[in-house]
């Protein structure tokens, strides 16, 4: 199959990681931009495919446990880990231009702000945050808060992450005063 190709967007290098995808041209805000795109799958292959992804992370491979799995409905996902599938090149950002919409069966990318021309195409990937560690965030946002999640999770993780960070500080202090 070829690629899938939109009016709106190109193909680039990106600053956020590897491959992007920017506008070819100014986008209006509530277009749809490109459709998600792959092999339909039941959830159980999908819990499988996900699996053997964060394996690879943890043994950092080539994908670097890059999974491309989007839930589609209660019985389905779309496994966007397939060639023609240009839309798997979209970055996360905390702070994105773009979210995933679900009509009629298919995933669409769509902008939920104007974008300019040449600016990169993003949205929230949206993790749990019961796996959060697994997910580190490079998009570089003023609101970015280091890991991938959903924005209603972001406060809890503050917290969580503000915890870590007392408890590692009176564990380093515990342990200087035991070198005494």
Known sequence: ??????????????????????????????????????????????????????????????????????????????????????????????????????????IWISSVKDIEKGEEISYNYGYDLDCYEEHPCRCGSKNCVGYIVVEEDRPKLKKILAKKKVEKTTKKKTLKRLKK
């Not at 509530?30 to 499988?48: F, H, L, Q």
């Not at 495919?49 to 491979?61: A, F, W, Y």
């Not at 409905?73 to 905390?94: E, L, M, R």
């Open 1 to 106: 199959m070829k690629p899938t190709t939109s009016e709106y967007v190109v193909l680039k290098r990106s600053k956020v990681h590897g491959t992007g995808v920017f506008a070819k041209k100014n986008i209006p805000k509530d277009t749809d931009i490109i459709e998600y795109v792959g092999r339909k799958i039941r959830k159980a292959e999908s819990d499988k495919i996900s699996d053997v992804h964060m394996n690879n992370h943890k043994k950092n491979t080539k994908d670097n446990g890059a999974v491309y799995i989007f839930t589609l409905n209660k019985k389905y996902d779309i496994d966007g880990q397939v060639p023609w599938n240009t839309a798997k090149f979209i970055n996360h950002s905390c702070n994105p231009n773009c979210e995933a919409d679900i009509k009629k069966g298919h």
